[in-house]
């Protein structure tokens, strides 16, 4: 064999060896989940459902292409009583649930998920008793440390709840070019090409379509003092809000307190019935566009809950208030 033949044998193996390493895969082990049940992928970052795979004697396994590197996804059954998120990476993984904790499950293989667990284990250890400053210096921390990894990203599309558009410009300016031209990435990069009304600002009006199929401007809903709460049918966490939010209506609506509530869902059958079964009576609007919706996209929500507070001038005065800080503005507000 000649060396140039040779040389090039070589390269085909190698080749070949990283093309086998970057392929994804992911064998994942459970403990409760009965023969012949499908378990999907769902692209959270893209939406939509990518693949699926069967469960059999408690053992599956996905072989799927990724469409990017590195893949936050949503492994569930179609009924939802099993799921968890998940964070993919073009290289064997395994998943392991067999302690029946799906959710928790034990996943190895993928240095971004190992990066999202570290992040929820330290930087979002004890959330609910710390305050917004000390979150956001442990999210700013674990940036700097980790600008290569697509969890770093990902904490910058949740930002807007508590960042303002300079510090999110300032942390996505820190990542990798890998980082910041991938789906998380580049939602990250629209959202600070918009305008967007800041606190002290004066809010946007819109018109926008009630559950009655009408047409309202916003600022036909308002009043003293108004809450614009965004929120979906489908998000456990918008439907405890709504709990909340009834309660907080009752209390403050006699004293001029006005709650809009504006849905990203797409489908309204599924928005109606969220309303009938969380007995809301304050207005009701959504364009049935998803987050591509007109305000969703205005005042930038990527996530829900989510909400803004305006006084009677039409000034922003608060942004994603929740429970005790949401009641406390607006006793403040209302005084």
């Not at 456990?236 to 009752?250: C, D, F, Q, V």
Request: hydrophobic share 35%.
């Amino acid at each position: 064999m000649t060396s140039k033949k040779l040389i090039i044998l070589c390269l085909i193996t190698v080749n070949t060896l990283v093309a086998q390493k970057n392929e994804f895969s992911l064998t994942g082990k459970t403990s409760d989940i009965e023969d012949n049940t499908y378990l999907y992928f769902r692209d959270l970052a893209n939406g939509g459902n990518i693949d699926s795979a069967l469960v059999r004697n408690n053992t599956f396994k996905f072989t799927t292409t990724l469409p990017e590197p590195v893949l936050f996804v949503m492994l569930f059954k179609k009924d939802k009583t099993k799921f968890t998120e998940l964070w993919l990476e073009n290289r064997p993984m395994t998943f392991d649930a067999t302690k029946g904790d799906f959710k928790n499950a034990v996943v190895t293989g993928s240095r971004n998920h190992s990066l999202a667990k570290e992040m929820k284990d330290k930087v979002y250890a004890n959330a609910g008793e710390i305050s917004d400053d000390i979150k956001n210096q442990r999210e700013k921390d674990f940036i700097n440390k980790h600008p290569d990894a697509l969890v770093s990203a990902y904490i910058l599309t949740m930002a807007n709840r508590r960042w303002n558009q300079q510090e999110i410009a300032e942390f996505y300016a820190k990542l990798s070019p890998e980082i910041q031209t991938s789906s998380i990435g580049q939602k990250v990069a629209k959202f600070l090409e918009k305008d967007m009304p800041e606190i002290g600002e004066k809010y946007m009006d819109f018109e926008i379509s009630n559950k009655e199929n009408k047409t309202q401007k916003l600022s036909e809903l308002t009043g003293e003092l108004t809450l614009i709460q965004f929120w979906s049918s489908t998000c456990a966490g918008s439907r405890m809000m709504n709990e909340k939010l009834r309660k907080i209506y009752e209390d403050y609506h006699p004293d001029g307190l006005n709650i809009i509530s504006i849905s990203k869902d797409n489908s309204r059958g599924n928005w109606i019935k969220a309303i009938n079964e969380d007995n809301i009576t304050w207005p009701q609007c959504s364009n049935l566009n998803g987050w591509d919706g007109e305000v969703f996209q205005a005042y930038g929500v990527s996530s829900t809950p989510s909400n803004i507070l305006i006084d009677k001038n039409g000034i922003i005065i608060g942004k994603n208030l929740m429970s005790k800080d949401l009641k406390n503005k607006i006793i403040e507000n209302l005084n």
